[in-house]
């Protein structure tokens, strides 16, 4: 693994701003790569939420 990747995968249990994401007040586009194993396509959808388009991207990001 590259250095850092334990720190940034810790964040995962740390952050949540799924409660912020109500007060975004704009159209949102989601880019979820198709190749992501950490953030999945599902993951994407969940965090656009239904006021918001998702755009499924070949590869990695």
């Given at each position: 693994m590259p250095p850092?990747?334990?720190?940034?995968?810790?964040l995962?249990?740390?952050i949540d701003i799924r409660a912020d994401?109500?007060?975004?007040?704009?159209p949102v586009?989601?880019?979820?790569?198709?190749?992501?194993l950490l953030i999945t396509p599902i993951h994407s959808r969940e965090l656009a939420?239904?006021?918001s388009?998702?755009?499924?991207?070949?590869?990695?990001?």
């Open positions: 850092g990747t334990d720190a940034q995968l810790a995962f249990d740390e994401l109500a007060r975004i007040d704009v586009l989601v880019v979820s790569p198709s190749g992501d939420g239904p006021r388009s998702n755009a499924p991207a070949a590869g990695w990001h």
